[in-house]
Nanobody, 122 residues
Framework: QVQLVESGGGLVQPGGSLRLSCAAS????????MGWYRQAPGKQRELVAN???????NYADSVKGRFTISRDNAKNTVYLQMNSLKPEDTAVYYC????????????????WGQGTQITVSS
């Protein structure tokens, strides 16, 4: 059984900052790409940022220069530092990891976090 636990969501004023964390636990052999997605009411889920096991990063145009993704491989954790937040960043944020489990070493699987609400409002 693998579980992703997210933390760090909440309410913040425009221009403020938040840091999201997502920690994976379970019988994990390795984790490849880690990422963050978000879904606003009435909209499709969209990629915010991801980071490969080699440290290469990719960002949505809407968050470039404001958000920073990072990872701690020793802790199986991915972070999202969000600065200069805007009302349009309001959404449920989900972490996402592609990983190989000890029990199925020849298969890569995608695991999602439960989601955490970010509300940017004055």
């Amino acid at each position: 059984q693998v579980q992703l636990v997210e933390s760090g969501g909440g309410l913040v004023q425009p221009g403020g900052s938040l840091r999201l964390s997502c920690a994976a636990s379970g019988s994990i052999f390795s984790i490849n790409t880690m990422g963050w997605y978000r879904q606003a009411p009435g909209k499709q889920r969209e990629l915010v940022a991801n980071i490969t096991s080699g440290g290469n990063t990719n960002y949505a145009d809407s968050v470039k220069g404001r958000f920073t993704i990072s990872r701690d491989n020793a802790k199986n954790t991915v972070y999202l530092q969000m600065n200069s937040l805007k009302p349009e960043d309001t959404a449920v944020y989900y972490c996402d990891m592609w990983m190989v489990l000890v029990t199925t070493p020849h298969r890569s699987r995608e695991v999602w976090g439960q989601g955490t609400q970010i509300t940017v409002s004055s």
